[in-house]
């Protein structure tokens, strides 16, 4: 039962979070496929804002996030749809790549 509560809180936590930032979201998403890096790192500075509203965290983004709790059931399934949806962009395994990276780069 609390394991239900905590990915329906998560769930409704992201719905708002996108509903709030799908404009944006949208928009620097086209512009970011264009090379902008600064769209690129607005994106992932929106990313890591949707992870700390919904789970609390301190400079992590939810792909990175999806790696490092993917023994838990529904953050693996939360991380295969994330890679199915960024391989097109980043190729396989962005989850890993992303946890890998943000383990080296963001000292806590």
């Excluded at 983004?61 to 949806?85: C, E, G, N, T, W």
Aim: net charge positive.
């Amino acid at each position: 039962m609390l394991t239900t509560l905590k990915t329906l809180r998560t769930l409704i936590g992201y719905i708002l979070c996108g509903l709030l930032f799908i404009g944006p979201f949208v928009i620097l998403s086209i512009v970011a496929l264009f090379g902008s890096s600064w769209a690129f790192n607005s994106l992932y500075s929106i990313d890591i804002a949707i992870c700390s509203i919904c789970h609390g965290t301190r400079l992590e983004s939810i792909s990175a996030r999806s790696f490092r709790l993917s023994h838990d059931k529904r953050y693996h399934y939360q991380m295969r749809v994330i890679d199915m949806l960024a391989k097109p962009f980043d190729g396989d395994n962005h989850c890993k790549r992303a946890h890998k990276w943000e383990s080296k780069v963001i000292n806590l």
